[in-house]
C-alpha cells in the first residue's frame, strides 16, 4: 500500500509470454533461397532469445501447401502466422519479447 495516497500499488506483470517457451515454426521447401535467407534469420534469433524453433515442408503436407504455397517462407509464432517471404530479425525478437 502507498501510506501517502492510502491506495494500493499495481503490481507490474508482463502479459508476454517469455521467449524460452515461445516455438517458431518455418514453413517452406527445399531450394527455396528465401527459405534459406528466413532459416538463418531464425536461427539465430532463437540462439539468442532461448526460443524453440522447428521447420516444417510443403511437400511433405498436403494441408500446409494448400495454405501457404504462394507464401513461402512463411513463420509462425506459436501456431499464429507472424510474416511471410522476408523475416526481419528485429521484428521477430520484439515478437518473442526480447
Same mark, same amino acid.
Given at each position: 500500500?502507498?501510506?501517502?495516497?492510502?491506495?494500493?500499488?499495481?503490481?507490474?506483470?508482463?502479459?508476454?509470454?517469455?521467449?524460452?517457451?515461445?516455438?517458431?515454426?518455418?514453413?517452406?521447401?527445399?531450394?527455396?533461397?528465401? @527459405?534459406?535467407?528466413?532459416?538463418?534469420?531464425?536461427?539465430?534469433? @532463437?540462439?539468442?532469445?532461448?526460443?524453440?524453433?522447428?521447420?516444417?515442408?510443403?511437400?511433405?503436407?498436403?494441408?500446409?501447401?494448400?495454405?501457404?504455397?504462394?507464401?513461402?517462407?512463411?513463420?509462425?509464432?506459436?501456431?499464429?502466422?507472424?510474416?511471410?517471404?522476408?523475416?526481419?530479425?528485429?521484428?521477430?525478437?520484439?515478437?518473442?519479447?526480447?
Amino acid at each position: 500500500m502507498d501510506g501517502m495516497l492510502g491506495r494500493m500499488k499495481k503490481k507490474a506483470t508482463s502479459a508476454a509470454p517469455v521467449a524460452a517457451s515461445r516455438t517458431v515454426t518455418l514453413i517452406g521447401k527445399p531450394g527455396c533461397h528465401l @527459405c534459406d535467407d528466413a532459416r538463418a534469420v531464425i536461427e539465430a534469433v @532463437c540462439a539468442e532469445t532461448g526460443a524453440r524453433w522447428e521447420e516444417k515442408d510443403i511437400t511433405q503436407d498436403e494441408a500446409l501447401h494448400r495454405e501457404y504455397w504462394e507464401q513461402i517462407p512463411v513463420v509462425l509464432i506459436d501456431g499464429e502466422q507472424h510474416t511471410f517471404w522476408r523475416v526481419d530479425a528485429g521484428r521477430l525478437r520484439r515478437e518473442l519479447g526480447a
